[in-house]
């Protein structure tokens, strides 16, 4: 029980809510915007998601889409004033189910937004909570810990499904040589004419990819410093294959104490003692 309902700050959660629903904008404007053209796409190309056969959702029109759009921003932007945090949570959290699961419903899903969905559904529950929030609660932890949690099934069924579709020879194979050569930016030239390196880097997220279950238990500097590796690890990839894991990214900062930012802010817009008129 106490590791599922750790006492945590209320003020973590109050930043880490800005952060996610920021991405949120970000993604339904920009990184996941593709659901706007689905509109127009033929019948015959949308092949439904289990989910949205189960809750009966209709293929998308051209209005649905826009509409849809229109209601995740003006929920993700009243959810992350801090107002409403529940009503405008639990909107924004079904409307982006709507409208990732419309995404992927004519191709590849993105297990990038994983972390993300779970997220969005597990915030509303904490009710109200400020940058400035003093409080601690065991609803912020369990919150916290389920999104970290799904942050580590990210990562570890990243592995599991690597070994069940090639098996443990996948990171001895050309798999990241095939990638940059297909979507490699300039910065990755150079690794192409070093296969051995590439073995390398593989081996390196293989390993990490299994061993990172080990994050739930970790605490205080090793875990910034494993955290510090998975920041430094989708920073390459998106300077090597233009890949980005923003959505995960937000996410994994839930391991972060991210209240300290309120002390930061505090001490910033603090009153110097001897500028105080008395």
């Known amino acids: 029980m106490n590791w599922f309902f750790p006492e945590m700050p209320l ?26 053209g689905h509109g ?37 932007l009243v959810a992350m004033s801090g107002r409403l945090p529940r009503l405008a949570g639990w909107v924004c959290a079904a409307g982006m189910l709507d409208w990732l699961s419309n995404a992927y419903s004519y191709s590849k899903i993105n297990h990038d937004h994983f972390a993300l969905v779970v997220a969005l559904c597990v915030l509303p529950l904490v009710g109200r909570a400020l940058v400035s929030d003093r409080r601690t609660s065991d609803s912020a932890g369990w919150t916290l810990r389920i999104i970290q949690v799904s942050v580590v099934a990210t990562y570890f069924l990243a592995a ?20 940059l050569t297909r979507r490699g930016s300039f910065l990755s030239e150079w690794l192409v004419d070093m296969p051995w390196l590439t073995y390398v880097f593989q081996w390196i997220s293989f390993s990490a990819e299994l061993l990172s279950p080990i994050m739930l238990w970790l605490r205080g500097r090793m875990l910034y410093a494993v ?15 233009s890949i980005h894991f923003l959505p995960t990214v937000v996410c994994l900062l839930a391991f972060l104490p991210l209240e300290r930012l309120s002390e930061l802010k505090r ?5 110097p003692s001897e500028n105080v008129v008395g």
Not at 46 to 64: A, G, N
């Open 227 to 241: 955290v510090g590796f998975w920041l430094i690890f989708h920073a390459s990839t998106y300077l090597l294959l």
């Open 40 to 76: 127009d796409v033929p019948t015959e190309l949308y092949k439904p998601l289990p989910f949205r056969e189960l809750l009966h959702l209709p293929q998308p029109s051209p209005v649905y889409v826009q509409v849809l759009r229109v209601v995740i921003i003006v929920s993700a």
């Open 11 to 36: 003020a973590r959660i109050a930043w880490l809510r800005r952060l996610v629903y920021a991405v949120v904008l970000l993604d339904v404007l920009v990184l996941t915007a593709f659901p706007i």
């Open 267 to 271: 001490g910033r817009t603090a009153v």
């Open 160 to 179: 599991v499904a690597k070994i069940l579709d090639a098996g443990w020879g996948w990171a001895s194979s050309a798999v990241l040589v095939w990638a």
